[in-house]
């Protein structure tokens, strides 16, 4: 089977990775694909854009493409699902109706808020004076969010009152461009946070391994957000019996709602949860995709077949194959980025040491690279996800620490601390 695999980021590379292990698949095309997934067996990469909705369906329907998997947000929000559907094709990933879920955090509070899925209370504006005149009645800190895409980077936790407003006024002044044109302000909820992905044909749903990442870019989860600077799978206090209840309170009501609203919506839902003190899990965000590095995390730790999981999925058959099954043990990923990140940044920097990073046993994911004459060259913000093993919390971030230290490129950064909110609790 031939199968595409739309994106260029480290979340591809890693489901690239993982479905060309699959006995059934005979190539794997990569639209436009980086640095890394050039040389996987079995893939080619396609210079195409992730948006180009109908080139992609084209080249789908030419290759006769039996699967295929959309990894960003950005052309799941434009109905690149609903367009290869349209053409016959099997994909995963929810039509444009679905993935409201993600592109409008107005339209995903909503529809909280009418299915009695726990969230934090929220306004919504389009005004600076409504939000200023809200937010200096809330207690601190306080969470402004754009509604649109923002790469991740559309979420601040005000600590003051004039910081909310400044993010409000620059989100309303075109800092997003139309993402901002609308904002939430949002009641602060405290707790851990923990990434619980699912696959779902909109029936049934099957739960992968919890996973947390490590959004700020600085160290101590310091400074401004970004698309993720690390993660690690699984999250040992995030039980069976607290992964049910998620599915009981916040899945469970989450399909019958998509259902009632005639959404078909076969894919990946990815919950983003606050546990509270008490022990509450209560949704910040729902995306629509696999997330990024989580991905590069769960993924190595899947013994089952991705392939066999996602056909069912698209399908409609999910019911029919057993649920995933795990390897033991624990994988870390640590993102290394290109100095700036994730502000301004240079890109084109040769790439050296990844035969001794890979020699540590680690997995190199790449995320902004690209391949010319046998040479890796840095091509994005996040260049590369850097993913080691081990029975341990610990051995899984030695090895993976011990890889990274070999790659070396012009002005890299990554953050030596991912896993610490993880050992700081065991």
Excluded at 237 to 249: D, F, G, K
Aim: with cysteine.
């Amino acid at each position: 089977m031939r199968v595409l695999v739309v994106g260029g980021g480290g979340r591809e590379h890693a489901l690239a990775w993982k479905l060309a292990q699959s006995p059934q698949v005979t190539k794997v095309f990569c639209i436009p694909g980086n640095g890394g997934t050039a040389t996987l067996p079995k893939a080619v990469n396609m210079p195409m854009l992730p948006v180009d909705i109908p080139g992609i369906s084209r080249f789908a329907v030419v290759q006769g493409v039996g699967l295929v998997v959309i990894g960003p947000e950005a052309p799941l929000a434009l109905g690149l699902a609903d367009r290869l559907r349209e053409q016959g094709l099997t994909v995963l990933g929810p039509g444009q109706a679905g993935a409201q879920l993600e592109a409008s955090k107005v339209w995903a509070k909503e529809f909280m808020q009418a299915e009695g899925i726990p969230t934090a209370p929220a306004q919504v504006f389009r005004e600076l004076a409504p939000a200023q005149a809200y937010i200096e009645q809330q207690p601190l800190p306080v969470v402004v969010k754009v509604d649109g895409l923002a790469a991740g980077k559309g979420v601040t936790v005000a600590q003051t009152h004039a910081e909310a407003v400044q993010a409000v006024q620059a989100a309303l002044e075109g800092k997003f461009g139309a993402a901002g044109q609308q904002v939430l302000v949002e009641t602060f909820l405290p707790g851990q946070e923990v990434s619980l992905l699912a696959l779902t044909d909109g029936k049934t749903l099957y739960p992968l391994l919890p996973a947390q990442d490590y959004k700020r870019v600085g160290v101590g989860d310091s400074g401004p957000n970004t698309g993720g600077m690390g993660a690690c799978a699984p999250v040992p206090w995030m039980t069976p019996e607290l992964i049910q209840r998620v599915e009981r309170e916040i899945f469970a009501p989450l399909l019958a709602g998509l259902q009632r609203r005639g959404i078909d919506y076969r894919g990946v839902i990815y919950a983003g949860l606050m546990i509270t003190p008490a022990g509450d899990p209560f949704v910040v965000e729902f995306n629509c995709r696999f997330g990024d590095p989580e991905t590069q995390a769960i993924v190595p730790l899947l013994e089952s077949d991705l392939l066999e999981l996602a056909l069912a999925c698209a399908q409609g058959r999910l019911a029919e194959v057993p649920a995933p099954k795990w390897k033991p043990g624990y994988a870390t990923t640590v993102v290394m980025a290109s100095g700036g990140y994730p502000g301004e940044f240079a890109k084109g920097y040769p790439v050296r040491g990844l035969d001794l990073a890979e020699a540590t046993g680690a997995l190199i994911f790449h995320s902004g690279t690209r391949r010319e004459r046998n040479q890796i060259f840095t091509d994005g913000g996040r260049v590369f996800s850097v993913t080691g093993y081990g029975a341990t919390l610990e051995d899984a971030l030695t090895q993976t620490y011990a890889a990274v230290k070999h790659i070396n490129f012009t002005d890299s950064y990554y953050r030596d601390d991912i896993g610490w909110r993880l050992l700081r609790q065991q």
